[in-house]
């Protein structure tokens, strides 16, 4: 069965860096994009961006280019999202999820990482 | 502000019928780009329900039915049960933006 299970949840302050996990298996890993989706307090899903495993190529979306970093380690099956400063308005739900094989849809998801920020 | 417009909530009693709409434009919905629907609870990932406009994934009931036309796109859930209380979410692509776009998300209340 596909499963994505992410990193647990983490409690930070504003100003400090962090990169959370996203594991892939049971399926190949360098030929499907991973997507980051994530969800503020009380607001609805925000794509954030992707990765295809296989060669690295990102896309973001424009709200969140340059605030933080996707990439992945095919080696070992594993997406990453990394903030180098994080911010209090950062705190949310984080979810990794696995695009379908026709347009960019999300078969499979993550179990989410709660990232709180405090300022 | 969502890319995609869906009413903030619906409701309906058990066993009826309700459907959830979502607006788009001609960058997204408009240009025949496929709509996708998630079912979502709190704290709990969130599930495919309709990929590629009117697909539903092994396993989803086909109590839920996904539609499409012009600039919008409908979620139909018919034999209200109290389990679908939930958010759903629409998505598609958009092109000047050149990304993924979700709606803002519509909560279901069974009443």
């Known amino acids: 069965e596909v499963q994505l299970v992410q990193s647990g949840a983490e409690v930070k302050k504003a100003g400090q860096s962090l990169k959370i996990s996203c594991k892939g298996s049971?399926?190949?890993?360098?030929?499907?994009?991973i997507g980051w989706v994530r969800q503020m307090p009380g607001k609805g899903l925000e794509w954030m961006g992707m990765?295809?495993?296989?060669?690295?190529?990102?896309m973001y979306s424009p709200s969140v280019q340059g605030q933080v970093t996707i990439s992945a380690d095919k080696s070992i099956s594993t997406a990453y999202l990394h903030w180098s400063s994080l911010k209090a308005s950062d705190t949310g739900m984080y979810y990794c999820?696995?695009?379908?094989?026709?347009?960019?849809?999300?078969?499979?998801w993550g179990q989410g990482t709660l990232v709180t920020v405090s300022s | 502000q969502s890319v995609l417009t869906q009413p903030p909530s619906v409701s309906g009693a058990p066993g009826q019928r309700v459907t959830i709409s979502c607006t788009g434009s001609n960058s997204n919905i408009g240009a025949d780009y496929d709509v996708h629907w998630y079912q979502h609870l709190p704290g709990i990932a969130p599930k495919l329900l309709i990929y590629g406009d009117t697909n539903r994934p092994s396993g989803v009931p086909d109590r839920f039915s996904g539609s499409k036309s012009g600039t919008s796109a409908s979620l139909a859930i018919t034999g209200l049960q109290a389990e679908d209380e939930a958010d759903y979410y629409c998505q598609s692509y958009d092109s000047s933006l050149s990304g993924v776009v979700f709606g803002g998300g519509t909560k279901l209340t069974v009443l």
């Open positions: 990765i295809y495993p296989g060669d690295s190529d990102t």
């Open positions: 049971a399926y190949n890993f360098t030929s499907h994009w």
């Open positions: 999820a696995k695009k379908g094989v026709t347009s960019p849809y999300f078969d499979y």
